[in-house]
């Protein structure tokens, strides 16, 4: 499979790092374009739509994967997400699951407000108030750095059974998927979007939260054994979907149904 992307458009992390994991696992070859977006088939062609909202779009194309956002046209399809550092995550994986028993915190949410959007998203309740290590620093304008690296941040999350799910500057975050991928179990509210080719389930994969008050009456109901079932839900389901071969070969099968429908 050959994938047209333009490398110097982009910092280089999220779904431009999993490309570079595809290719050197031998999945796909990178052709470099001048295009900012990302195609299969040549420009104009499938469009992997990798970015969070519709700030920027190509004028045409003749199919499009959507990983965030979706759009509600012909020939326009749900696709996969992906962790901020792929890379990284694979190893923080790699390096084992902790057991319930394992984890000291019993909840996390830690990222940031970076603009208008996200604080609209994220300031609906006083999150801080169910989960047991929260930060969400305001920093639209400023400089200022966040207060955990991505290893912290990793370790932090991989210690804590349940995660809290608050939609970003589009309605998916990398955090869930990070979340699943270390066998935390993800609460999602509202805002939030699940649409994805393999679809999640509520109540195998994950959990929802319409208050600070229902987050912590999960936390504080859901028994082990419902835990375990949970997180060993997410963890296959991000195997098949967002680990470096699931999320290659989601691709792969959506392409294919693509051309069975063509045939």
């Not at 923080?92 to 407000?113: A, N, P």
């Amino acid at each position: 499979m050959q994938i047209y992307r333009n490398k110097s458009c982009h910092k280089g992390d999220t779904f431009r790092e999993l490309l570079t994991m595809w290719e050197e696992s031998n999945y796909c070859e990178l052709i470099d374009t001048e295009d900012r977006f990302c195609w299969i088939g040549g420009v104009g062609e499938i469009l992997l739509y990798e970015y969070a909202r519709f700030d920027f779009m190509p004028p045409s194309w003749n199919w499009a994967l959507f990983s965030n956002m979706q759009l509600d046209r012909p020939n326009c399809v749900p696709w996969i997400f992906w962790a901020r550092h792929p890379r990284q995550l694979e190893s923080c994986v790699s390096d084992g699951i902790l057991s319930y028993d394992k984890r000291t915190t019993s909840s996390v949410f830690l990222g940031k407000i970076e603009n208008e959007i996200q604080r609209t998203n994220r300031s609906t309740h006083n999150w801080s108030e169910s989960v047991e290590l929260f930060s969400m620093p305001i920093v639209i304008g400023n400089v200022q750095h966040y207060p955990y690296t991505q290893t912290e941040y990793l370790n932090n999350v991989k210690q804590s059974k349940f995660g809290l799910v608050l939609p970003g500057y589009g309605p998916k975050c990398n955090r869930e998927i990070e979340y699943l991928g270390l066998g935390t179990v993800p609460i999602f509210t509202a805002g939030c979007s699940l649409d994805y080719h393999n679809q999640m389930v509520e109540g195998v994969h994950y959990l929802t939260a319409n208050s600070p008050e229902d987050v912590r009456d999960i936390v504080q109901n859901i028994s082990e054994n419902e835990w375990n079932e949970l997180s060993s839900n997410g963890r296959e389901w991000y195997n098949v979907n967002c680990s470096r071969r699931g999320s290659f070969d989601t691709t792969k099968n959506i392409l294919e149904e693509i051309r069975r429908g063509q045939d």
